[in-house]
C-alpha cells in the first residue's frame, strides 16, 4: 500500500534560457530514521567566477551526506546544531579556498533544517528562505547584497532592487575569502509556518512577493514549485523601471531579461 504522506516535499530547478550551464544546486531530503527531520537547501554558484556548478553541488553534498549520516539523538541540542552547521560551512568555504584560491569560486547558500519542534535556517548570499501562512508570505532572510543595503537603511522599494546594474553582487558566501563567509543562523518554531519556500535569485529576480504569495495561495500546494518555475522562466512580467527610480542615482539601471538566469525552488509544506 502507498503510503500516505502528511507534507509535501518538492524541489524544482531549471537552467534558464540564456545559460549554458546548471549552477544551481538544490536538495530535498528526509531523515531515514524519522520523517519528521527534513533538510532542504538550494545553493547559486556564483557567476563571473569559475565553477559555479561543482562548488553550489559541492555544498550540497556535504550537508546532504552530513544529515543522513547523523543519528537522530543528535537533532536535540540546538546549540550544538548551530556549531556543527556553522563547522560544515567553514570547512567548505577552507576546501575552495584552498583548492582553487581566494577569489576565484564562491556560492550562495540557503538551507532549513526542519526538526521536531523547530526550523534552524542557514543563510549567506542572496538565495532566500519564505515563510507562508494564513494566506500570507514573509521573507525570513535578508540578502546578503550591497543593494538590500538600500532597502534596509534608505527605505527603497524592495521590489525595485532587481533593477540595480549590480544587483548581483553579493558580499557573503562561501569560498570567495576568509573574511566574506559570515554564516546567518536563526531559529523559528515551526508553527511559524505553513509552507516553507526556498528559492535562488533567478526566480525572485522576476516573481515579486506578491507573486509568490497568490501562486502559493491559490494553486494545490503539489503544483507550486513547478508553477513558480515556470512563471519565473516563461512568463513575461512586463517588468519596467520605475519613473521614481529614475530620479534616484543610487546606481545605473535595466531591466532582467526574462530567462537569463538558472531558477530553483525548494518548498516543504504542511497538509
Given at each position: 500500500?502507498?503510503k500516505?504522506?502528511d507534507y509535501?516535499?518538492?524541489k524544482e530547478?531549471?537552467?534558464?534560457?540564456?545559460?549554458?550551464?546548471q549552477?544551481?544546486a538544490v536538495?530535498?531530503l528526509?531523515h531515514p530514521?524519522?520523517?519528521?527531520?527534513?533538510?532542504?537547501?538550494v545553493?547559486?554558484?556564483?557567476?563571473g567566477k569559475?565553477?559555479g556548478?561543482v562548488v553550489a553541488?559541492?555544498?550540497?553534498?556535504?550537508f546532504g551526506?552530513?544529515?543522513?549520516e547523523?543519528?537522530?539523538s543528535?537533532f536535540y541540542?540546538i546549540?550544538?546544531l548551530?556549531?556543527k552547521?556553522t563547522?560544515?560551512v567553514?570547512?567548505?568555504n577552507?576546501h575552495f579556498?584552498l583548492q582553487?584560491g581566494?577569489?576565484?569560486?564562491?556560492?550562495?547558500?540557503?538551507?532549513?533544517?526542519?526538526?521536531?519542534?523547530?526550523t534552524v535556517?542557514?543563510?549567506l548570499?542572496d538565495s532566500?528562505c519564505?515563510f507562508?501562512k494564513n494566506?500570507?508570505?514573509k521573507q525570513?532572510t535578508?540578502d546578503d547584497?550591497?543593494?538590500?543595503l538600500?532597502y534596509k537603511?534608505?527605505?527603497?522599494?524592495?521590489?525595485?532592487?532587481r533593477?540595480?546594474?549590480?544587483?548581483?553582487?553579493?558580499?557573503?558566501?562561501?569560498?570567495?575569502?576568509f573574511?566574506?563567509?559570515?554564516?546567518?543562523?536563526y531559529i523559528y518554531?515551526?508553527d511559524?509556518?505553513k509552507?516553507?519556500l526556498l528559492?535562488?535569485d533567478?526566480?525572485?529576480?522576476?516573481?515579486t512577493?506578491?507573486?509568490?504569495?497568490r501562486?502559493?495561495?491559490?494553486?494545490?500546494?503539489?503544483?507550486?514549485?513547478k508553477?513558480?518555475i515556470?512563471?519565473?522562466?516563461?512568463?513575461d512580467?512586463?517588468?519596467f523601471?520605475p519613473?521614481e527610480l529614475?530620479?534616484?542615482?543610487y546606481d545605473?539601471?535595466?531591466?532582467?531579461v526574462?530567462?537569463r538566469?538558472?531558477?530553483?525552488?525548494?518548498?516543504f509544506s504542511?497538509?
Open positions: 500500500m502507498e500516505i504522506y509535501v516535499l518538492q530547478t531549471h537552467i534558464g534560457l540564456l545559460r549554458a550551464t549552477e544551481d536538495v530535498a528526509v530514521e524519522n520523517d519528521k527531520i527534513k533538510l532542504l537547501a545553493a547559486d554558484g556564483m557567476g569559475q565553477y556548478d553541488n559541492y555544498v550540497l553534498e556535504k551526506y552530513w544529515f543522513l547523523q543519528p537522530l543528535s541540542d546549540d550544538e548551530k556549531e552547521l563547522n560544515l567553514m570547512e567548505c577552507y579556498i582553487y581566494a577569489e576565484q569560486v564562491g556560492t550562495t547558500l540557503t538551507l532549513a533544517l526542519v526538526l521536531k519542534d523547530d535556517l542557514v543563510h548570499g532566500r519564505y507562508y494566506g500570507e508570505i525570513m535578508e547584497s550591497d543593494v538590500w538600500y537603511y534608505q527605505h527603497i522599494n524592495k521590489e525595485w532592487l533593477y540595480f546594474s549590480t544587483s548581483n553582487i553579493i558580499h557573503n558566501c562561501i569560498g570567495i575569502s573574511n566574506l563567509c559570515r554564516p546567518h543562523i518554531p515551526n511559524s509556518y509552507t516553507l528559492t535562488t533567478g526566480v525572485t529576480d522576476f516573481l512577493d506578491s507573486i509568490l504569495q501562486i502559493v495561495r491559490d494553486n494545490d500546494i503539489r503544483t507550486v514549485s508553477k513558480i515556470d512563471e519565473a522562466i516563461f512568463v512580467q512586463n517588468l523601471v519613473s529614475k530620479k534616484c542615482s545605473s539601471y535595466l531591466v532582467p526574462r530567462g538566469d538558472n531558477a530553483s525552488v525548494v518548498l504542511k497538509l
